[in-house]
Structures are given as C-alpha cells and as structure tokens.
C-alpha cells in the first residue's frame, strides 16, 4: 500500500520536483550564502503545507519545516550550497564554465530536492491515512567546508528527532555502510614586517617565509602520522605580487582528517607546533583562528537494513538510449586514471562486487548489496554529526555516468538530466518508504533506537567546534 501510494505520489509530482532542483541547480552558491536556494525550498514547504522555522540554530540559510505532532519524529536531512570553481554549462559532454563558475559539482540540488521529495510524500502519506507523527525537513547549508550541520547539531536543532535520512548523488545504488574522516579546518596567520627586497631585505620579516617553512615541517609530519590520516593545505594568503617587497602578511587554511576526531585534535595540535616553529624560525606573529570541525559518521545498522530493503522495493528504471549515449560520451572524457580506478569511488558510497555487472556498460542498472563493514570512507561529511545525537542512515542513487568522479565539471554537467532526476526520486522513494516503516511499526523503531542507545551509553558526543567559533563563508577575508 505505501509502495503504491509513495511510487504515484511521486511520479505525479515528478515536474514540481524538477522544477525545483533546476531552480537550486541555476542559482549555485557557495557554503552559507545559500540565500536564494534557501528561501526557495523554504517557500516550496510552506506552499506544501510545512511550517518553517527560518534561520535555524542561527544560521541565515538553515530551516526547519515540519509538519504533523507527536513521535516518532522522522528528519530529511537537505543540502542545497555548491562548489566555487566548478561551474559548468548542463548536459554538454565537454567542458564549458559558466562566467560566475560556481556549480553543483557534489549535485546538492539534487539530495536537497530529493529530501524535500521524500519528506512531502512522507507528509502525504500520514495526512492520507490519518495517522500521528511528525516530518521535519532540515535545510541544511555549508556542507561544503563549511559543516552546517555540525553547527546545527551544537545549537540543539536536531534535539528531539527519532531518526534522520538522508542520500547522495553519486554513479552506484546502495546504502551508504562506511564509516567517515572526521576533521578540522584551521587558518594560519602569520604577520611580520614589509620592506624593501633589495635595498633592505634584513630590516623585513617575511611571513611567507613562515608559510613556506610550516608547509615543508607538516609535509615532513606526513610520514609520522598514521596513514588513514590526511592533512591538505591551501595557501589562501600569499602577501601580495610584488616581489621586490617582503611580505609582511600570509596565511594557510588546513584541513586535517582522520578516523577519529581524537587522532584530528592529536595530529592539529602537532601542526600548531610547527606553525609556531616556523613562526619562531622568522620572527614574525602568528594566529591561529579554527574555522570548523567535523565528526566520524556513526551508521546505525538496523536503520540501514530497513532503507535497503526499502530500496529494492523501489527499484530501477530502465535508462533511454539517449541517456546511455551521453553517458558514454561523458565516459570518455574521463582519464586513464579515472577509468582504471572508478570503482573505488563506488566503493566508497558502499558498492560491494567486482564491477562485472557494469561490463560495458555506462549507467549502474543494478543496486548493490548491503553489507554493513567496517571500512572507512577517505572523506567527510557534516551528517556525522547528526548520526552521533539521531539514529542516521544514508543511501546513494545512481545520477550520473560511472566513472564520474565528485567534483568535476562532469559531476555539474549531468545535474538536471533526466538520468539524475531518475536518481534523485528514486532516492525519494526509497526514504519515504522508510520514514513509513518507521512511523508504522513499532518493532522497526525500538530497534533503531536500541542499537543508538546502545552506542551512545560507552560513546559521549562532544561537538569538535569549538562554542565561540561562528560559520563562515567562502568570501571571508
């Protein structure tokens, strides 16, 4: 009956669904400047019959719309903010930048459509039937470097939701099993004093110098730190572009990852030591200003097996010839390197298989099996923090060629096509069945709840920001 009801429900609704993850798709902005995307999703739930709650947790582009009253509490988790540097012309198969070149390059218009999607049909589904319960849509910006939710989580927003769904585009179908890098974001900043290169280089102190000198110790590091650690760096201050004029001022944004957000703060502090080594080493001043952390992804196991079986329920459409064409064009755009290893990026959305059932073909036609594992995702994601204070399960949907990487301009190009669209409610489906599940059986929801209990009496949450550290946007100074 759900099945039936969600798959026409849905399908009914497919050109409004559309519609709006073209308008998110058209109007890209970056983490936390999301101010059009925001206040058009946020618009679309109250014409839905949502209430919302703008400027959720205190963030301008954060919402909450809800509906219904009384538990359980189902959340959809949506992102809506893109990528600077990836703007991208849709449905071309080569390269063609937009002039403002920001785009959806990680196809948030699409998972904070398909949320909204799963949500409304949701909301449908309990005013049909008449039942009790509650569906909350969190709009959920600065995914991006930015870890919205992680803020949201340290305001208390998600206090009182009994389980949260959310998705991601990507080339494969299944459940999203792996765990996540946690991680923090810091700035560098070094000030020193400018003169003149040639005439009096001694009188100046150079605070590239102190940049340079921390990059090289912390490259240094990278062997005596352990090796599902990554540290990434850019230099987002160089001093200025004249040469001849010591740099009086530089400053390096880092991003250190790792399995544990206790192995983040160990090797952050190790960093900060060399920073103040290279400071010392050039006498020039330093400050350090933390940006934004993020927690491990904690994936509740029984929440998953419910949202997998929900996803074969769904299923897969057939692809059009058109949409396998394309998908091949855009497959060789692809490099060697990108071709010879495109399954480990399945993998990390947790594909389980050798790859023969896409043997010469484009598009995954299949959904993967769910084994819950223990491997790590070489990534983050802002939902860690949620899944450590709400039951949390994710899955991915099939909305792009195989092989397509996250964050390129081919992930941008392929945004609203009809294959993606297919994706993004097939996605939708599968979490409203889900919610469904949920809000229908009891059974199903104790044990969601035992195991996360279960977890969270020997695993205290702490939230990694910081209380004074505020979100910030990517055109900071």
Known sequence: MASNFTKTYLAENKELFERISKYVYYH????????????????????????????????????????????????????????????????????????????????????????????????????????????????????????????????????????????????VNSIMSLSSLANYQVYFRFKGLSSHAANSPHLGRSALDAVELMNVGVNYLREHIIPEARVHYAITNTGGISPNVIQSEAEVLYLIRSPKIKQVDEIYKRVCKIAEGAALMTETELAIEFDKACSNYIPNRSLEKILYENLLETGIEKSSEDEITFAEKLWYTLSEGEKDSYLDILKGFGYKGDGSEFEGKFLADTISPYEPTNEILPGSTDVSDVSWVVPTAQLTASTSALGTPLHTWQMTTQGISSNAHKGMLRAAEAMALTAVSVLTNKEDLESVKQEFNAFREKNPYSCPIPEDVKPSKLTQS
């Open 28 to 171: 890209p902005e970056t983490r936390f400047e999301e101010y059009s995307s925001a206040e058009f999703l946020a618009s679309e739930c109250e014409k839905a019959g949502f209430q919302v709650e703008r400027n959720a947790g205190n963030i301008e582009t954060a919402f909450i719309a809800s509906y219904g009253s009384g538990s359980p509490v189902i959340g959809f988790l949506g992102e809506f903010d893109a990528l600077s540097g990836l703007g991208q012309e849709p449905n071309n198969t080569s390269y063609e930048p937009t002039e403002k070149n920001v785009g959806h390059g990680c196809g948030h218009n699409l998972l904070g459509t398909g949320a909204f999607a799963a949500a409304y049909a949701t909301k449908k589904f309990l005013e049909e039937n008449d039942l009790p319960g509650t569906v909350k849509f969190f709009g959920c910006p600065g995914e991006e470097g930015g870890s919205g939710k992680t803020f949201m989580v340290r305001e208390g927003v998600f206090d009182g939701v009994d389980v949260a769904l959310s998705w991601h585009p990507s080339p």
